[in-house]
């Protein structure tokens, strides 16, 4: 059974990097070739789409986030992982990961249960 | 992808249909895909591609779409029912959900 698992720190302070990983279990991610991708979801709004990654490497981004992220792939790990530099209190939320479940990436059927990240110094 | 716009709440007493509805230009040319998030909880899929259901999700819960308008249907809502509904779509890479329905069962 898939099962996935984000992790990093609970706290970042203003203008530093937040990073987090996601580890897959109970598939590879290299024999599988899905695109893994990461949201995120403020305290009492919305879901929000930061990014989306495939198997192999190639990456899209949010407009809105592309200049400030970055997604990558350790095969060797089994791990997804998030990098979004340059933080602000706006970036206080619970991030989650998830795999899309077709082949063309276009949504989400599997997700981790989210990590809380607050920025705050 | 452009912006999905959901009404933020709905309301339905047990047995009866919800209707949520999301709308954006987009959805006439592509999927949509709904979301159900409980409090405290991850999402998960209960429909793709307008009207497919994952396994696992009663047949009480139906999708279709027509235009610039998708729709998520809940049929004999249940207390269990209550959560945020969101939409989503997709095109060239590019992911968008929209705002979310909170539905409560009264």
């Known amino acids: 059974q898939l099962q996935l698992h984000e992790s990093g720190p609970g706290l970042v302070k203003p203008s530093e990097t937040l990073s987090l990983t996601c580890t897959v279990s109970?598939?590879?991610?290299?024999?599988?070739?899905?695109?893994w991708g990461w949201i995120r979801q403020p305290p009492g709004k919305g879901l929000e789409w930061i990014g989306t990654i495939f198997y192999s490497g190639g990456t899209y981004y949010s407009q809105s986030l592309k200049s400030r992220v970055t997604l990558s792939v350790e095969q060797a790990k089994n791990e997804i992982s998030l990098k979004l530099n340059s933080v602000t209190a706006a970036d206080t939320a619970v991030y989650f990961c998830?795999?899309?479940?077709?082949?063309?990436?276009?949504?989400?059927?599997?997700w981790g249960q989210g990590t809380l990240v607050a920025v705050s110094s | 992808s452009s912006e999905l716009t959901q009404p933020p709440s709905v309301s339905v007493s047990p047995g009866q249909t919800a209707t949520i509805t999301c709308s954006a230009d987009?959805?006439?040319?592509?999927?949509s895909y709904w979301y159900q998030q409980k409090a405290g909880q991850a999402p998960i899929l209960v429909m793709f591609k307008d009207n497919e259901r994952p396994s696992g999700i009663p047949d009480r819960i139906s999708g279709s779409s027509s235009g610039t308008t998708a729709t998520l249907t809940i049929r004999g809502v249940q207390a269990e029912d209550e959560a945020d509904y969101y939409c989503?779509?997709?095109?060239?890479?590019?992911?968008?959900f929209g705002g979310g329905t909170k539905l409560t069962v009264l």
């Open positions: 987009v959805l006439a040319k592509q999927y």
């Open positions: 109970g598939d590879s991610i290299s024999r599988s070739k899905y695109y």
């Open positions: 989503q779509s997709s095109g060239n890479g590019i992911v968008v």
């Open positions: 998830a795999r899309l479940g077709d082949p063309n990436g276009n949504y989400f059927d599997s």
